[in-house]
């Protein structure tokens, strides 16, 4: 690979003011968007040596052909012409959206002579006001029923209420008290618009006015001993409170805000987003994003604002944006927000109260739908099939990896090292056929990664029983000797870079099994590696073989911590049961407070005895008992079930 790209500009030629630049390909494509407030600081990171560039970056710059930039005034242009491009041009290397669903929203039709409320996920209707969006269709239409109680505008479609209109006989709807509007012939357009008027001021954010005008007419009416009237007062006081009770007032009244929960890793990220209006959680959307090129935490939340304003109305953009990390250019955001708006707007991160509570939330729901995303993707069948094939291409193999079996280290701090294999059959976990290892002895990750793929292998190679002894061992014996590794594996996947690669071919090699494939994925940025390769494996960060790769590799973390976290429990329980005069409650205060026999062994008698129920005879014993261990605990226990045993398999 050259050191420099043939289309690198000359020295000089690069303007430092404000812009926006475009890679684009040898057809002309526009492959990536950007902006800067030094154009030529910004671009010189691009075509620095191209060892050094990030793997995808480096591959997006080998990809492109030219590069073109566009100068600015000023820093907010900038901004505002690089979100138009990015519309315009769809690059693939800038994040893409992934929204769920097209949410449903309510509407009112402003632009007509007798305005209607309606769901609708049209954003499209000239003069609409838009309320939501809502999570559910049916949250939508709850809402309307309730609203229409109290304040009865029209509900009936345009030509129902033509027809009204025209013939002087109420819509049907109007019929059976489900319209309000002038075509129900109760109220003229003029008063059906003055109704319209408190609707929209009502789902606003002013609900107080009403709430204390209707119950002052309903206490008035009651003195007047008009309890009918009172009674229907009361009534749509009562479908105030159930709108109101819908939504919790989540922050102080009168308070506009959106605030944005983000949950990311090095494919994708997932956004959860609260509309707050008048303190009141008004809408609610998610949006899942793939990012092909690695940007910071600041650079993303930068284009998700660009994306949720680029198109909003005024009224759309409330007073304040809470994020969970500034992005770089946030004053620049905030003149683009307030030149939209025609008013300020501050974008801040909730650091603590009810504004960091709810960003905690967001943030959980976030999480929430990223996990739905990579699940539904490495789940659905089109899906799969695919990954298995891009899998099969990208790593060179003679046929698709159907069996995968992926394997993860853990360890703390140097103790209770661990290994975990998970197994893959058609892209879908087998978790029957999990197994976890004990390792006593070891140097680090690369001979620990050799220890555990060497006793995997070894059961590869053990002779089956004769068909009469199977029969004579019976189906339990038949059954857990499958679990024990019954099949082959096409593929096999180590969590790390190129020296664990290495050590697990070793031990491939060792056990005669070349026709095993290998590869290693390492996190930082998401290379497959393979073994006797100098440069690792790309594959697009919207391919569905790298999401069933992380998938597995992610899994395999987990079954290790968890497997690792037994372990240390079973430790400290097994050392302190054989303490006299202490019981299973004291045992897990310990456990608690301690969290470790390393812990306790380096405590005093004094920090033992602070517990409560360990007084200084009972302190005394433990510190005696700990002292009086070796300083390693015995590893080569028996194992659990699905562990296999610390001492590797002979050959």
Sequence with gaps: MAGQLPYKPKPGEIPTNPGVYRFRDAHGRVLYVGKA?????????????????????????????????????????????????????????????????????????????????????????????????????????????????????????????????????PCFPGQIGKCGGPCSHRVTIEEHRAIVDDFIAFMNGGDERFTRDLTARMKAAAA?????????????????????????????????????????????????????????????????????????????????????????????????????????????????????????????????????????????????????????????????????????????????????????????????????????????????????FSIAHTTDDTDSIHQVLTRRLAHLDRPEPDETAEAEAGEESQARRRRRFAYPPQLLIVDGGRPQVEAAARALREAGHDEIALCGIAKRLEEIWLPGDDFPVILPRTSEALYLVQRLRDEAHRFAISHQRRRRKRDIRSVLSEVPGLGEARIKALLRHFGSVAALRGATVAQIEELPGIGPKLAQTIHRHLQGEPADIPEAEAAEPGEIPAEAPSA
């Design 224 to 436: 007047a001993m008009d309890y009918e009237q009172a009674a229907v007062l009361r009534d749509k006081l009562a479908s105030i409170e159930a709108v109101l009770n819908k939504s919790a007032l989540v922050l102080p009244e009168h308070a506009d805000a959106d605030l944005f929960g983000v949950a990311e890793d090095e494919l994708s990220a997932a956004v959860h987003r609260f509309v707050i209006r008048g303190g009141r959680v008004r809408g609610v959307t998610s949006t899942t994003i793939d990012k092909e090129l690695d940007i910071s935490g600041g650079d993303l939340v930068d284009q998700i604002l660009q994306r949720a304003y680029g198109d909003a109305a005024p009224a759309d953009i409330p007073r304040r944006v809470l994020v969970p990390v500034l992005p770089p250019d946030a004053h620049e955001l905030e003149e683009w927000l307030r030149s939209r708006r025609g008013r300020a707007v501050e974008i801040a991160v909730a650091q603590r109260g009810p504004r960091a509570e709810l960003l905690r939330n967001a943030t959980l729901n976030a999480q929430q739908a990223l996990l739905r995303h990579k699940t539904r993707r490495t789940s659905d069948y089109a899906a799969r099939t695919q990954a298995l094939a891009d899998l099969q291409e990208a790593l060179g193999m003679s046929e698709a990896p159907l069996r995968i079996e992926c394997f993860d280290i853990s360890h703390l701090q140097g103790t209770n090292v661990v290994g975990s294999m998970v197994v893959f059959e058609d892209g879908l976990p087998r978790k029957d056929q999990y197994r976890s």
């Design 37 to 169: 407030k030094n154009l030529r600081q910004r671009l010189s990171n691009y075509f620095a040596p191209l060892h050094t560039l990030h793997e995808r970056t480096r591959r997006m710059v080998t990809t492109a052909s030219s590069v073109e930039w566009t100068v600015v005034p000023t820093d907010v242009d900038s901004l505002q012409l690089e979100y138009q491009w990015i519309k315009e041009f769809d690059p693939p290397y800038n994040v893409r959206y992934r929204d769920d669903k097209s949410y449903p929203f309510m509407a009112i039709t402003l632009g007509d002579e007798a305005p209607r409320v309606m769901v609708t996920r049209n954003r499209r209707i000239p003069g609409a006001k838009y309320f939501g969006p809502y999570p559910k269709v049916w949250a939508v239409h709850d809402t309307i029923d309730l609203m229409i109680k109290v304040f009865p505008i029209r509900t009936c479609s345009d030509s129902s209420y033509k027809r009204a209109m025209q013939t002087g006989r």
